[in-house]
């Protein structure tokens, strides 16, 4: 079995891979598809956002972030083998298992219909008009957050937030749980899980 060791670079969501670097061999470049798991060689001018052909099954890939080894990866069937987490497919399962955990949890069609049953929503009732203005009139001043569960990506971890917002024209408060890096500091921008409470 053929080992390299490759540096995670970065989510190409756009076109569904995962892009990598070879820390040995920085000029070459490896794409992972977030669809299959399948792994790609590039074109030979390196690159990266050409997928050349499919790695052999004897390559292994040892992939690292920010100096920290993550996982045994490849396109074969090896002991010790992990397969890499695209980072979209870690935030949708956190998504339904937050959901799946805390059945009282609305989704985010929900929260565009309750803002919208509220006084003066009925103005914004139609498809048609400018609902954003409605939705999105948030007190954007006053948001507070905090840290209701952890989870962890990669070894990576993250913390689970519940923001809390106040709707500007009507008062009703909010909450919208979203994630962000444990290494971040409060206030810092976060990833929106879709996912939102409120007290009737």
Avoid at 52 to 70: C, L, M, R, Y
Avoid at 139 to 159: G, L, P, R
Avoid at 162 to 170: D, G, I, L, S, Y
Wanted: charged share 25%; proline share 4%.
């Amino acid at each position: 079995m053929r080992q390299i060791k490759v540096a995670y670079l970065f989510e190409d969501s756009g076109l569904c891979r995962d892009v990598f670097q070879s820390i040995e061999q920085p000029g070459q470049y490896f794409n992972r598809s977030t669809l299959n798991g399948v792994w790609y060689h590039t074109d030979v001018s390196g690159n990266y956002c050409e997928n050349s052909h499919p790695a052999k099954k004897d390559t292994i890939f040892e992939v690292f972030h920010n100096g920290q080894f993550w996982c045994l990866d490849g396109n074969g069937d090896f002991e010790n083998k992990v397969p890499f987490e695209p980072f979209c497919q870690f935030e949708q399962n956190l998504m339904h298992t937050f959901q799946k955990e805390h059945p009282e949890v609305k989704d985010h069609e929900s929260m565009k219909a309750k803002l919208l049953s509220l006084p003066g929503g009925e103005a914004y009732a139609d498809p048609r008009s400018f609902r954003d203005n409605w939705i999105y009139a948030l007190d954007f001043a006053n948001v507070t957050e905090k840290v209701a569960e952890t989870s962890a990506w990669m070894k990576k971890q993250y913390n689970i937030l519940a923001v809390r917002f106040t709707h500007k024209p009507t008062g009703f408060v909010f909450i919208n749980y979203r994630f962000r890096s444990a290494l971040l500091s409060p206030g810092t921008t976060s990833h929106d899980l879709l996912l939102y409470s409120w007290e009737e």
